[in-house]
Nanobody
Framework: QVQLVESGGGLVQAGGSLRLSCAAS????????RAWYRQAPGKQREWVAT???????MYGDSVKGRFIISRDNAKNTVDLQMNNLKPEDTAVYYC????????????WGQGTQVTVSS
């Protein structure tokens, strides 16, 4: 299986930037897609961005043009560069990987808090 550890969350003022990083370990060769999700208090978990093994990127409408997802295959990391942050971006951000190893899997990190003050 694959284990995930996120880092990089924190407190930032509106208009500022933060960079999240997710390090994967274990059977990383089996990963098909890497993604970021977020969950604000009292709300359902929301998809933020995905990057495929081919490097194709996709973004949710609320972050398109402001966030950039990228990966470093050598380091087995997937990063989320968040620019022009807004108070509504405040949430716990989760790293997610999906792949196939004997069976399909869908693994999550522990989450990292991002707080944007107005």
């Amino acid at each position: 299986q694959v284990q995930l550890v996120e880092s990089g969350g924190g407190l930032v003022q509106a208009g500022g930037s933060l960079r999240l990083s997710c390090a994967a370990s274990g059977s990383t060769f089996s990963i098909d897609t890497r993604a970021w999700y977020r969950q604000a208090p009292g709300k359902q978990r929301e998809w933020v961005a995905t990057i495929t093994n081919r490097g194709t990127t996709m973004y949710g409408d609320s972050v398109k043009g402001r966030f950039i997802i990228s990966r470093d295959n050598a380091k087995n990391t997937v990063d989320l560069q968040m620019n022009n942050l807004k108070p509504e971006d405040t949430a716990v951000y989760y790293c997610n990987v999906r792949g196939y190893l004997i069976d399909r899997y869908d693994n999550w990190g522990q989450g990292t808090q991002v707080t944007v003050s107005s």
